[in-house]
């Protein structure tokens, strides 16, 4: 991209953003504008009485309803929605079914030891297939191509790291079939990428159309008989009590109680009562390139559906979509104060421009192509940046979130875990070590969003000095590490 616009994408706002560039900016994702936008259903009617009550129309609570209506049918099961099945993360991701684990292996280990972890980490590889069964299952066309994914290093303290991580994912139970390092005649064949030193490759990864995924998914729960209701807040969910009130989900259309109520609101966790502190939502965001014509394909390759990432600090995560475009993201503004976000979905000009100039460095054929839509969405993160579900018999209440951006997968598994915890049935999924995990709240304000300034800022800073050559990951990483609790 030219210095000249550079400098106007830093200056102007996103209103004149669209007006000189011409592309949509906010709303909603591409993915939709892609897929078009789902038919709206109708709000909750008044109060009601179900089994269960799944707070939150995105991945997590679908997965949650399509697994415990295939377990039993019989069960009355109601989805509340804020805005739309799937307006959320869910619609507005990178399309990384990944199996990325979401949170630390260490974390987990000291709680239930390696041999829990390494069951996790499987019980991911085998969520991806899942999730490519199901939709084939349901015929559920989202664009699922299998390719794997290639995480890259372009400079020698990224190089370090990604060696030091193949060395210990082999500690973890990794095999060269799982993760591997790929000669540069491989690398340069499945995906030339500008400056990178070397690459890892992971089968275990998909790329997916999310919002197609998503309304697939949506339209299949409700035609197993699942109550879908849109245009529905939840304000408050209270748990069962002694005196033999059923736990319920309130809203101010009706409250809707049930034996149990699942909270699966992710980056939204905030807007209920009592929960501000409790999962921070942290913003990432989207940048898409016009369709790339046969000649810009030649000088990058990228034809076999492959993700792509890297090992920057603040990084970026990308794929070749199905029509034969970059979607590219990151993290622009990381946090709003008072963990509020935003509904527009607009990501500011200063980011687009950003996120233009990673797409230049890592791909240059692609450097002049046309932004055609920029985007943006929340995710939620705990304290300890450890995802988690749980479901409380006593209070009837249940949850599972705190992604920390690698939730396509793992809400499939949340949702067969949240499944036999409801059923009580104990299985493998209810031992793994992310079951009943509960961490500290985040800090108040100021301190919250002071917090997370200072550790992007390192980061961002970390980046720069590591791209001028430093051989080591900077201190400045080190030190956002240690504030962050990562």
């Not at 790929?182 to 999310?210: I, K, M």
């Not at 913003?283 to 390759?301: A, C, F, Q, R, Y």
């Amino acid at each position: 991209m030219p210095d000249s616009l550079v400098r106007r994408f830093t200056r102007a706002t996103a209103d004149e953003v669209m007006k000189t560039t011409g592309f949509a900016n906010g709303g909603v994702s591409f993915w939709y504008r892609q897929a078009g936008m789902p038919s709206a259903r109708g709000p909750l009617p008044g109060s009601r009485e179900y089994d269960v009550c799944v707070v939150g129309g995105g991945f997590t609570g679908l997965w949650t309803a399509y697994y415990l209506k295939q377990a039993q049918p019989d069960l009355r099961i109601a989805i509340l929605e804020k805005e739309f099945a799937g307006f959320g993360a869910s619609g507005r991701n990178g399309g990384w079914l990944t199996a990325e684990l979401a949170g630390s292996r260490e974390r987990y280990a000291g709680a239930h030891g390696r041999d829990a972890v390494v069951a996790l980490q499987r019980a991911m590889f085998e969520g991806v297939d899942e999730v490519i069964r199901v939709a084939a299952g349901e015929g559920i066309d989202a664009d699922i191509v299998k390719g794997g994914v290639l995480n890259v290093a372009t400079n020698p303290a990224q190089r370090r790291r990604l060696h030091d991580e193949l060395a210990g994912s082999r500690e973890w139970g990794h095999t060269e079939q799982d993760l591997r390092l790929l000669d540069r005649e491989e690398r340069e064949d499945r995906l030339r990428v500008a400056g990178a030193l070397d690459a890892t490759f992971s089968p275990h990864c998909a790329r997916v159309q999310p919002a197609r995924l998503v309304q697939g998914l949506a339209r299949t729960v409700e035609a197993l008989g699942v109550d879908i209701f849109e245009s529905t807040a939840v304000t408050e969910i209270r748990p069962r009590d002694g005196a033999g009130r059923p736990a319920a989900a309130v809203t101010a259309r009706g409250t809707v109680s049930a034996e149990y109520v699942i909270r699966a609101t992710e980056g939204f966790t905030a807007g209920i009562a009592g929960q501000r502190r409790q999962w921070l939502p942290m913003n990432s965001s989207m940048i898409v390139t016009e369709p790339l014509g046969e000649d810009v394909w030649k000088h990058i390759g990228w034809l076999g559906g492959e993700l792509l990432g890297d090992h920057a600090h603040a990084y970026v995560y990308a794929q070749r979509t199905a029509d034969g475009r970059i979607a590219i993201g990151g993290r622009g503004v990381p946090y709003r104060f008072g963990s509020r976000w935003d509904r527009r979905g607009a990501t500011q000009p200063q980011t687009v421009a950003a996120l233009w100039r990673m797409l230049g460095n890592l791909f240059p054929a692609a450097a002049d192509a046309r932004v055609d839509h920029a985007w943006c969405g929340v995710l939620g993160v705990p304290r300890d940046w450890c995802s988690t579900v749980h479901v409380d018999h006593d209070s009837g209440v249940g949850w599972a979130g705190g992604y920390v951006g690698t939730g396509v997968t793992t809400t499939n598994l949340a949702g067969r875990t949240l499944r036999d915890l409801v059923l009580h049935r104990d299985t493998e999924l209810t031992r793994l070590p992310w079951v009943g995990r509960q961490v500290r709240q985040w800090e108040p304000e100021p301190l919250r969003w002071a917090g997370v300034q200072l550790i992007y800022a390192l980061y961002r800073a970390a980046d720069r000095r590591e791209n001028d050559r430093l051989a080591r990951t900077s201190n400045y990483a080190r030190l956002a590490g240690l504030v962050s609790g990562r």
